[in-house]
């Protein structure tokens, strides 16, 4: 890992609202190597009515009734490559419910959630499929008197993600299947958006759904159900309901602060469904990415012209910084062409060597030589 792990990059946060699988992670996907994120989300739900048939408009709940929920989700996303990511959140959330006798309130984590995704196809458009599982942290107890302020069943999904970025906008739109154990019903997660581009600014609006494919184990006893959600709900159907679908809506404005965190604002209503709770919703979102391999990283990075060899290897085209075309490419004829500057004003013929004298050979060295040959004469007329 990089000793100077930065913020580099953020980018854009919207949230998955009511009416679909619960996590606060973008719903148009971008993979960015080696960059992981990090987002804290939170989001209010208001309801005073209820959706009881599809097309019916909304049901005022009795007595003046009302159920509210705030969720914070802190979630996570790491992108190895450019072609997929893993990512997981918790979210702990508060419930209050207010009928003509008590308020009721539950706090609490009320689950986790992890997956992957990755691009499957990319040309027109992109195709991104998505699996994940949600795992409850607090179930819901039949003989219990808190507010729910969760489903409280294990979620088993999976969707598959278009999506084309035309620059200044972006459109994309998703289908998908949601598994619900213990006996509810399974549902169909699906939705679209629209974002524009401004400046350091990012508008967005999404319309996101659900719809019962399955029935509930509960559907011809779904008067139980109701009056123990009357009871502990105050008749709110966000929760727990038999067979349940929605519409839902989803606005949002992001500010790109800088290159290292992003905010954003959003807001919403429910629009139609059936046997699911109506209201509104506002939430904020604040993430803080980095990059892995800040420092080793560089995009596109030029393959060098000559054939490697054992003193010139070849620099990855997509990362590491480590391989410095300026230590590698220094070649002996360009070290050769050194010349020093002297045009310093300074008369350079004080620094020139002097030429040094030769030595006259000595008159003792050739007496020596004289000395020596004819001592050599002698031990020759002597061994005569």
């Known amino acids: 890992m990089a000793n100077n792990l930065q913020c580099l990059s953020a980018f854009l946060v919207t949230l998955l609202m009511a009416g679909s699988v619960g996590h606060a992670l973008d719903n148009y996907k971008e993979f960015h190597r080696d960059q992981w994120d990090f987002e804290l989300g939170t989001n209010f739900f208001y309801s005073e009515a209820n959706y009881e048939t599809f097309g019916e408009g909304s049901t005022s709940l009795t007595s003046g009734n009302h159920y509210q929920l705030l969720d914070m989700d802190f979630a996570t996303r790491y992108m190895p490559s450019r072609t997929w990511s893993v990512f ?25 959630m992890g997956g992957f995704d990755f691009i499957a196809y990319d040309g027109v458009v992109q195709l991104v499929p998505e699996v994940g599982i949600l795992i409850p942290l607090q179930e819901v107890d039949p003989a219990g008197d808190d507010a729910l302020n969760s489903e409280g069943v294990f979620e088993l999904w999976g969707r598959m993600t ?30 679209g958006g629209l974002q524009l581009k401004a400046n350091a600014f990012r508008f967005g609006g999404e319309v996101i759904g659900s719809q019962s494919i399955t029935d509930d184990e509960d559907t011809n006893t779904q008067y139980i159900r109701n009056a123990y959600l009357q009871n502990v709900n105050a008749g709110s159907y966000k929760f727990y309901s038999v067979n349940p679908s929605s519409i839902d809506t989803l606005f949002y404005a992001t500010w790109i602060v800088n290159n290292s965190w992003a905010l954003q604002v959003n807001g919403g209503a429910t629009v139609a469904g059936e046997n699911s709770a109506a209201g509104y919703h506002a939430g904020a979102v604040v993430r803080y990415s980095f990059d892995m391999a800040d420092g ?89």
Not at 103 to 110: A, E, K, P, Q, V
Not at 317 to 330: H, I, L, P, Q, V
Not at 346 to 351: L, M, P, T, W
Not at 359 to 371: M, V, W
């Open 88 to 112: 997981g959140s918790a979210t702990f959330s508060s419930a209050q419910s207010k009928n003509s006798v008590a308020t009721r309130t539950n706090t609490s984590f009320s689950n986790m």
């Open 162 to 191: 278009a999506q084309k970025d035309f620059g200044t906008a972006r459109i994309y739109g998703w289908l998908g299947f949601d598994y619900r154990t213990d006996g509810r019903s399974s549902l169909m997660p699906w939705g």
């Open 296 to 384: 080793y990283r560089q995009e596109n990075y030029p393959l060098y012209n000559s054939p490697p060899t054992s003193a010139q290897p070849v620099a990855p085209a997509t990362k590491s910084n480590m391989y410095n075309r300026t230590d590698t490419e220094m070649s002996t004829s360009n070290t050769r062409q050194f010349r020093e500057a002297t045009d310093d004003g300074v008369d350079q013929s004080q620094f020139k060597g002097r030429p040094t004298k030769k030595k006259k050979k000595s008159n003792s060295s050739i007496q020596d030589q004289l000395d020596k040959t004819e001592f050599e004469i002698e031990l020759k007329r002597g061994g005569n």
